[in-house]
């Protein structure tokens, strides 16, 4: 079941207009900061809200004139809405009873459904009964028992504890490899969308900023928020040759000539070394920077700096020491030409 749909949706001092296609079997994930409209899209989706403009379509058939009930799609949402009064084993035989499945054979297909996520055991509980994973399960299931032809699930994982949710993130993968039908989640966590999508569209302010596989969008940033995402200093310039020139004069010099003329460079804070004074034999691109804040990161600490080029540099907590780090302190940085990465803008 193939998803095609073109969505506008305006709200008060907020426009949402994207594009958005899934392949059956596909799993898309909708990434974004804050308030960027990824739950706007999956409910416009769901038939929650009235699209503005636009049309939805799976296989060809249109969805949005449609009401919820009626498209056949299977919804996770964050809070799972469980029904607090009906056992895990009737939540998942609800939707299949609305559409007068009979009692015996909704009820034996949610225990198979239940029986799939691990939950053979937990049938009969109530959800205040549950875990939050098996909660999360149950409202899988509950979603997948009705045979949607295609899933939508908003930050499935965002209510559990970081234990609970790295087993229930492998578990969730299984389940969605298993899917036919097209899969549209939403999620602010980079690690879920990696870990569950095949492919990412990053969405901010309404727009779709970028879209492609985890290894493009990590490799090719394109715009700030997807940088800091995936942990790379990212700056727009100009190229002639190896040489990029930022909008204030700053200049990068790549390893590699440049075919377009607008490009984006990107390096990865490892790649910048700090040094007491200027360096010796300097390489190519090495400038003062003022340190701006130190912040744990991992192993290492993650250095802000300001001046000329704002840039971010991890250096190991022993280096921190032996240089002195902390705000205020003037250091030189440097950056190897073979570690900017130049692609067309
Ligand atoms: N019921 C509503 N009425 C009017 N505006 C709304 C409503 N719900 C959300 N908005 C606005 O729509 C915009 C997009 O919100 P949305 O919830 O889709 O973002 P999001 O990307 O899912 O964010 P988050 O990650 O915080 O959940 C925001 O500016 C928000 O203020």
């Known amino acids: 079941m193939s998803l095609a749909a073109s969505i506008t949706v305006r709200r008060d001092g907020f426009t949402l207009d994207v594009e958005l296609t899934a392949e059956p079997g596909e799993v898309v ?63 998942v ?8 499945v009979p009692r015996a054979e909704a009820r034996q297909n949610a225990q198979k459904w239940l029986d799939r996520v ?16 098996q909660a999360q399960r149950v409202a899988l299931a509950r979603a997948l028992a009705s045979e949607p032809r295609m899933l939508l699930l908003d930050e499935p994982l965002a209510a559990l504890d970081a234990r609970t949710r790295l087993d229930t993130r492998a ?4 389940h969605l490899a298993a899917f036919p039908g097209a899969t549209v989640l939403v999620t602010h966590d980079p690690l879920d969308a990696l870990m569950l999508a095949d492919r990412l569209v ?31 200093n990212l700056y ?23 075919s ?32 701006m804040s130190v912040s744990r990161q991992g192993g290492s600490l993650r250095i802000e700096l300001g001046g000329a080029l ?14 002195g780090l902390e705000p205020g302190r003037e250091v030189w940085a440097s950056v190897k030409a073979t570690e900017v990465r130049a692609y067309q803008a």
């Open 310 to 323: 704002p840039v971010a540099a991890d250096v190991t907590p022993a280096a921190a020491v032996h240089l």
């Open 202 to 232: 990053i969405i901010e302010d309404g727009r779709v900023v970028q879209t492609g596989d985890a290894a493009t969008i990590t490799a090719e940033p394109r715009t700030d928020y997807v940088a800091r995402l995936v942990g790379l």
């Open 236 to 258: 727009h310039g100009r190229a002639d040759g190896t040489t990029v020139t930022l909008p204030d004069g700053f200049t990068l010099i790549t390893a590699s000539a440049s």
């Open 260 to 291: 377009a003329s607008a490009v984006f460079v990107a390096f990865p804070p490892s790649a910048v070394s700090l040094y007491p004074s200027r360096p010796d034999g300097s390489p190519r691109n090495t400038w003062p920077a003022t340190v």
């Open 171 to 174: 578990q969730l993968r299984g």
């Open 118 to 133: 691990g939950l053979a055991d937990h049938v009969r509980k109530k959800p205040r009964q549950l875990s939050g994973g």
């Open 29 to 91: 994930a909708l990434l974004g900061p804050n308030g960027a409209g990824k739950t706007t899209t999956l409910r416009a989706l769901a038939g929650l809200l009235q699209l503005d403009a636009g049309e939805i379509t799976l296989d060809g058939v249109r969805l949005d004139p449609l009401p919820p009930e009626q498209r056949r799609i299977g919804v996770v949402f964050q809070d799972y809405l469980l029904f607090p009064h009906l056992s895990a084993l009737d939540n």
């Open 93 to 100: 035989a609800f939707g299949p009873r609305c559409r007068r």
